[in-house]
């Protein structure tokens, strides 16, 4: 049976893997309103991911005899300046959930709680992943800062992202 301490903070990370998916949704929202379809689209597929964190999280709590309690989720931005901007705050977010994920293993080491560090060795590569997905885009959209119709090539090649399922990744 899991900890109090380590049921809570995973509850908060739950709830954190939502907000991502909320945050993205919301940028999805953006992409469609400055008609970047693809760059939508490639949100909708990061927001399945998210959604896929958050239900890892869920399935191991609840394998480990601790209860899951749903908290509210914040209200994410709407608009940023530029497609760039909200890019580069996926990024930043994905560097701060990195940062969220790094305190768990913290706190799992701390508890002296094994199983839990193990299970969120699995965030810990998938962290690196996030970061690099998101910072690729980043930075090739700095490369086409003032080349016209660059940045609708990116926007078709982000079109193209789909979302695999982890049973697909041999998960
Ligand atoms: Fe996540
Ligand atoms: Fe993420």
Redesign the pocket.
């Known amino acids: 049976m899991i900890g109090k301490k380590m049921e809570e903070a995973l509850n908060e990370q739950v709830n954190a893997e939502f907000y991502?998916a909320y945050l993205y949704l919301s940028m999805e929202a953006y992409f469609e309103s400055v008609n970047l379809p693809g760059s939508a689209n490639w949100m909708r597929a990061?927001i399945q991911?998210?959604l896929m964190?958050a239900m890892k999280i869920y399935d191991y709590l609840n394998e480990r005899g601790g209860r899951v309690l749903l908290k509210s989720i914040a209200k994410p931005p709407t608009k940023w300046q530029s497609p760039s901007a909200a890019f580069e705050a996926a990024y930043k977010h994905?560097q701060k959930?990195t940062g969220l994920i790094n305190d768990l293993v913290n706190l799992a080491i701390e508890e002296k709680d094994h199983a839990t560090n193990t299970f969120l060795q699995w965030f810990v590569n998938e962290?690196v992943e996030?970061e690099s997905s998101v910072n690729e885009v980043v930075q090739k959209l700095k490369m086409i800062d003032s080349a016209p119709g660059g940045q609708f090539l990116i926007d078709r090649e982000l079109g193209q992202r789909i979302f695999t399922p982890p049973a697909a990744q041999g998960e």
């Open positions: 991502s990061q991911e998210e964190h994905e959930v962290q996030e």
